[in-house]
C-alpha cells in the first residue's frame, strides 16, 4: 500500500496552496464582513483552472479527478470556506454532475463555458419544507409543447445571485412513488421567469451568498432535462456522494487552520512564566488535533480515490463528512479555547473557523442523516 500522492496531485495541491495564500488570505476578512466574494477572487480561481478542475478536457476543463479536487479545496478553505463552497458546488453539483450524466449535446453546450469561469453553477435542490427529507419537494414540472415548464421555490441556494446555470430538481410525476417522479433541469440564470429571492444572513461562510430561487412558469427545453425526466433523483444523490467530499475537504481546510493558528498561538503566549505550549493541557490538545486532522483526511481520500475508481463508495463519501465534519468542530472549539480571550475576538481568526465550521455538519446532508445512509448500508 502506498499513501504517497502522485507528482499531478502535489502540483494541484500547490498551485492551489499559492492561490489561497496570495488571493485569499489577504481577502477572506474583508469578504466575510461584506458577505461577498470579490468578482476578481472568483476570475483568479477560474484563471487557475478551479472551475473546471474535474469537467473533461474535450469539454474545456483539465479532467483531474475527486482526489484532485479535494485536494484543492482543503488548500482553499484553508483561507477561505465561503469561496471553498463555491467552488466546491460549482465542481461537484453543476460541472461533475453534468459530465456524469449530461448528452453530449448539454456538455458541449454549457460545460465549457462553466468551465472557464463564464457561467458559475449552482444547485437547487432544497425547499422550504423539503430540506433532509430531499424527496418531498413540491416545485413542480408540467410537460409542454418541446420541453417542460417549472413552477415553484427553491430554498438556501449557494451562490442562487450569482449563478448562471442552475440545475433544478422539480417533479414531473406526482404520483410516482417516493424518489421516483422527479426530473434534473438545467436552467440558465437568463430564461424568462427565474430569479433569486431572500439572501439569506449567515452565522459563517459569510463570503458565500445563500438565496431563494424562485421559479415563475420558466420554460426549460426537452434538450436541457439531465437523463430520464423521472429519474433525477438518483442524479441528485449520486451528485451528493461527490459533493459530500468536497464538504469534507472543506471541514479538512477549516480544520487545519484552526490547528496551524493554534500551533503558532500556543508557542508565543506566554502565562505563569512560560508559552502555554509547555502546558499539558494545551499541548494533548495540539495533539488530538493534529490525529483527528490526518485520521480525517485520509478517510477524504480514501472515498475520492474509490470514486475515481469508478466505484460506487455512497457509504465512504457519507463516513468522511461525518468524521471530518465532526472533528472539524471539535477542533474549532479547541482552537477557541487555546487562544481564550483573544480567540473570542475578531483580532484573531480562530472566532471565524469556528463559525465556518458549524455549517459542515449541516450542508449536504447533516450529521445525522450522514449516520442514517452509514447506517442503512451496514444494516441491508
Ligand atoms: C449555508 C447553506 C447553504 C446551502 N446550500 C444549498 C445548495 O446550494 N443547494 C441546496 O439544494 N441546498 C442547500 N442547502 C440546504 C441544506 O442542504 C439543508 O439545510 C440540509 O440538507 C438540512 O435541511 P434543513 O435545513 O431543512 O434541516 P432539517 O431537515 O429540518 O433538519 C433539522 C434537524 O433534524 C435532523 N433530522 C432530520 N431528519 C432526520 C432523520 N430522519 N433522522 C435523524 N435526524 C433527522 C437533522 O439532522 C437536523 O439536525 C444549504 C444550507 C445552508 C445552511
Excluded at 488530538?288 to 481520500?301: E, K, Q
Amino acid at each position: 500500500m502506498d499513501f504517497s500522492l502522485e507528482e499531478e496531485h502535489e502540483m494541484i495541491r500547490d498551485s492551489a496552496r499559492e492561490y489561497a495564500e496570495r488571493v485569499l488570505k489577504p481577502a477572506s476578512t474583508e469578504w466575510d464582513r461584506a458577505e461577498a466574494l470579490s468578482d476578481e477572487g472568483l476570475a483568479a480561481a477560474a484563471e487557475a483552472g478551479f472551475m473546471g478542475l474535474t469537467t473533461p478536457e474535450e469539454n474545456g476543463g483539465t479532467g483531474f479527478g475527486n482526489l484532485h479536487s479535494c485536494l484543492m479545496l482543503e488548500e482553499i478553505n484553508r483561507w477561505d470556506a465561503g469561496m471553498g463552497v463555491t467552488l466546491s458546488v460549482h465542481n461537484s453539483l453543476v460541472c461533475s454532475l453534468v459530465a456524469r450524466h449530461g448528452s453530449e449535446d448539454q456538455k458541449g453546450r454549457w460545460l465549457p463555458r462553466l468551465a472557464c469561469g463564464e457561467l458559475l453553477g449552482a444547485y437547487c435542490l432544497t425547499e422550504p419544507q423539503a430540506g433532509s427529507d430531499a424527496a418531498s419537494i413540491r416545485c413542480r414540472a408540467e410537460k409542454s409543447d418541446g420541453g417542460w415548464t417549472l413552477k415553484g421555490t427553491k430554498s438556501w441556494v449557494t451562490s442562487g445571485d450569482r449563478a448562471g446555470l442552475y440545475v433544478v430538481y422539480a417533479v414531473t410525476d406526482p404520483d410516482a412513488k417516493p424518489g421516483y417522479g422527479i426530473g434534473a433541469f438545467l436552467v440558465p440564470a437568463s430564461a424568462e421567469g427565474v430569479r433569486a429571492g431572500k439572501k439569506e444572513e449567515k452565522l459563517g461562510i459569510r463570503s458565500s451568498t445563500t438565496t431563494e430561487v424562485l421559479l415563475e412558469n420558466v420554460f426549460v427545453p426537452e434538450t436541457d432535462v439531465i437523463g430520464d425526466p423521472c429519474e433525477g433523483f438518483k442524479i441528485a444523490l449520486d451528485a451528493l456522494d461527490g459533493g459530500r467530499l468536497g464538504i469534507a475537504s472543506q471541514a479538512l481546510g477549516i480544520h487545519r487552520a484552526c490547528l496551524e493558528d493554534s500551533l503558532s498561538y500556543a508557542k508565543e503566549r506566554e502565562q505563569f512564566g512560560k508559552p502555554i505550549a509547555e502546558f499539558q493541557a494545551i499541548a494533548w490538545k495540539l495533539a488530538d488535533m493534529a490525529t483527528s486532522l490526518d485520521a480525517s483526511r485520509l478517510l477524504v481520500h480514501r472515498a475520492a480515490w474509490l470514486r475515481d475508481q469508478g466505484e460506487i463508495c455512497t457509504k465512504e463519501c457519507s463516513m468522511a463528512k461525518l468524521a471530518a465534519s465532526r472533528a472539524c468542530n471539535e477542533a474549532a472549539q479547541d482552537a477557541v479555547q487555546i487562544h481564550g480571550g483573544a480567540g473570542y475576538t475578531t483580532e484573531f481568526r480562530v472566532e471565524k473557523y469556528f463559525r465556518d465550521a458549524r455549517i459542515t455538519e449541516i450542508y449536504e446532508g447533516a450529521t445525522d442523516i450522514q449516520r442514517l445512509v452509514i447506517s442503512r448500508k451496514l444494516l441491508r
